[in-house]
């Protein structure tokens, strides 16, 4: 059934709404708490029908893909919050310094309002509901723009949250591109938006005005480095993991891989292993995401187009009849050998199974390839010599890092998410996410007495003496 479109004329209205209901009840930590239990519960009853919607939103989505990405880790969010939002929503307390003495000084997370969620295709559900989540956890009202790009998806969000939630504390607007744009315009209190580094400039843009506080999770190359000392194929097998999972449209999936080149050849075979024994001849297609559509199946083809063009060697790691892959927008995990940098694939953030694999004669070339880059949201380092990581870690600077294995440190909840520079700005998940929601007051309790009294003109005699101390 489909679900029409949310007017533009109403998203200052409904903005208002939440505004003024905020306001004048904001939720306290019982509320917040049974919120999230409801959410909970009701996400979970929703399974089913959830699978289905995004199965049909991307033509053919893994079952057990999603429950891993997007129903997992929503649970597991869920669960994390709600095991730690009392102690973090206690006031703090901290020195004031002997100069201030006996003032007692603490910070307090207070919620800031209306966040605004805008949340993309890839993993619909998933980066949706974790920062929608996190917000409530934060006390605040949330008002949530999935993507177009899954209307499926998007309509099932709409009626999930309306049974939870009354319709002034959570909101949802459906709608393409044009209504984004007024979207990310809004005066929110903070705005979290998901989605590619070009579209993440204009949303930039437009809170500008407002001044809106933006946590942005972009994009870009996310490189892996397979260091001489780690063995072959089990980088191979994690990193077939990272790359291959919803058919590479991930954003923290490694965009391409840098090897010793004496093992080039020996990853490539370790990857081809990989993908016969996951996929065979897509035999096993139920387990292979398809391209969300068609636009990014072609945009995906003329890289490969491309590729060939240049006469670089393009590896298809499992036979794909040409006629199903264009009749079920399907890309079989490839790989391309040796691109140089004006190769689109080595240009643009490839967002699908296509892996680049480029070799390198030392380690400090390896790294001098990916400082010369914009800063990656994910890195990912391959050695068990501690030494040859931390060397690595010491001069690449990234969003976030999982050593030995790709993706994972997104899974983990008491680690911030965020990218830097052209990846992205700003964190959440766990402590990071409740910390950008709320307002981090200081608050300074002044005594009864306090010397602090005499510090005022004529400043002669022992108040003169004083000052002088006080300034060492």
């Given amino acids: 059934m489909d679900t029409p479109d949310t007017p533009v004329a109403e998203l200052h209205p409904t903005f208002d709404r939440l505004r003024t209901a905020w306001q004048r009840n904001r939720p306290d930590a019982r509320q917040r708490m049974d919120d999230l239990a409801r959410l909970r519960d009701a996400f979970k009853a929703?399974?089913?029908?959830?699978?289905?919607?995004?199965?049909?939103?991307?033509?053919?989505?893994?079952?057990h893909e999603t429950l891993l990405s997007d129903a997992m880790t929503v649970t597991a969010e869920i669960d994390h919050l709600?095991?730690?939002?009392?102690?973090?929503?206690?006031?703090?307390?901290?020195?004031?310094?002997?100069?201030?003495?006996?003032?007692?000084?603490?910070?307090?997370?207070?919620?800031?309002?209306?966040?605004?969620?805008?949340?993309?295709?890839?993993?619909?559900?998933?980066?949706?509901?974790?920062?929608?989540?996190?917000?409530?956890?934060?006390?605040?009202?949330?008002?949530?723009?999935?993507?177009?790009?899954?209307?499926?998806?998007?309509?099932?969000?709409?009626?999930?949250l309306a049974e939870?939630?009354?319709?002034?504390?959570?909101?949802?607007?459906?709608?393409?591109?044009?209504?984004?744009?007024?979207?990310?315009?809004?005066?929110?209190?903070?705005?979290?938006?998901?989605?590619?580094?070009?579209v993440g400039r204009k949303v930039m843009a437009a809170a500008a005005p407002n001044l809106t506080p933006l946590t942005l999770e972009l994009g870009g190359k996310s490189p892996a480095i397979v260091a001489a000392d780690f063995p072959i194929e089990q980088a191979a097998a994690r990193l077939a993991?990272?790359?291959w999972l919803n058919a590479g449209q991930t954003c923290i999936a490694p965009d391409y891989v840098?090897?010793?080149?004496?093992?080039?050849?020996?990853l490539v075979a370790a990857l081809r292993e990989q993908a016969r024994t996951r996929y065979g001849d897509l035999e096993?297609?139920?387990?292979?995401?398809?391209?969300?559509?068609?636009?990014?199946?072609?945009?995906?083809?003329?890289?490969?187009?491309?590729?060939?063009?240049?006469?670089l060697e393009v590896i298809e790691l499992v036979a794909l009849d040409p006629v199903r892959a264009e009749a079920e927008r399907m890309i079989a995990p490839t790989i391309?050998?040796?691109?140089?940098?004006?190769?689109?694939?080595?240009?643009?953030?490839?967002?699908?199974?296509?892996?680049?694999?480029?070799?390198?004669?030392?380690?400090d070339e390896a790294i001098a390839y990916v400082e010369g880059r914009d800063r990656p949201l994910a890195l990912y380092p391959f050695s068990h010599d501690r030494a040859t990581v931390e060397k690595i870690l010491g001069r690449i600077l990234a969003g976030g890092v999982t050593v030995?294995?790709?993706?994972?440190?997104?899974?983990?909840?008491?680690?911030?998410?965020?990218?830097?520079?052209?990846?992205?700005?700003?964190?959440?998940?766990?402590?990071?996410?409740?910390?950008?929601?709320?307002?981090?007051?200081?608050?300074?309790?002044?005594?009864?007495?306090?010397?602090?009294?005499?510090?005022?003109?004529?400043?002669r005699g022992f108040v003169d003496r004083m000052v002088k101390f006080l300034a060492g």
């Fill in 284 to 311: 096993h297609a139920d387990d292979f995401t398809r391209i969300i559509n068609e636009g990014q199946y072609r945009r995906l083809r003329s890289y490969l187009d491309d590729a060939h063009e240049r006469g």
């Fill in 164 to 198: 939870v939630f009354p319709a002034d504390r959570v909101a949802v607007a459906l709608g393409d591109a044009g209504l984004g744009a007024q979207f990310s315009a809004l005066p929110f209190d903070h705005l979290v938006f998901t989605g590619s580094t070009a």
């Fill in 404 to 459: 030995n294995d790709t993706l994972l440190h997104f899974a983990a909840g008491n680690l911030p998410f965020g990218g830097i520079g052209a990846s992205g700005m700003g964190a959440y998940h766990g402590r990071a996410g409740f910390d950008a929601m709320t307002k981090a007051m200081p608050v300074l309790w002044q005594s009864r007495r306090a010397a602090s009294d005499l510090l005022k003109p004529p400043y």
């Fill in 258 to 266: 840098l090897v010793d080149d004496a093992r080039r050849d020996a």
């Fill in 46 to 63: 929703g399974r089913e029908s959830m699978l289905a919607a995004i199965d049909a939103d991307f033509g053919h989505r893994s079952t």
């Fill in 336 to 363: 391309v050998l040796e691109p140089g940098d004006d190769a689109h694939v080595m240009r643009d953030e490839i967002f699908g199974p296509i892996l680049p694999i480029r070799s390198y004669r030392s380690l």
């Fill in 241 to 243: 993991t990272g790359k």
């Fill in 82 to 160: 709600r095991g730690k939002l009392r102690g973090w929503m206690k006031p703090r307390r901290v020195g004031s310094g002997w100069r201030l003495w006996p003032a007692r000084a603490q910070v307090r997370h207070e919620p800031v309002g209306v966040v605004g969620v805008m949340s993309p295709w890839n993993y619909p559900v998933n980066l949706a509901l974790i920062p929608l989540a996190t917000a409530i956890a934060a006390g605040n009202h949330v008002y949530l723009k999935p993507s177009e790009h899954t209307p499926r998806t998007s309509a099932w969000l709409r009626a999930l």
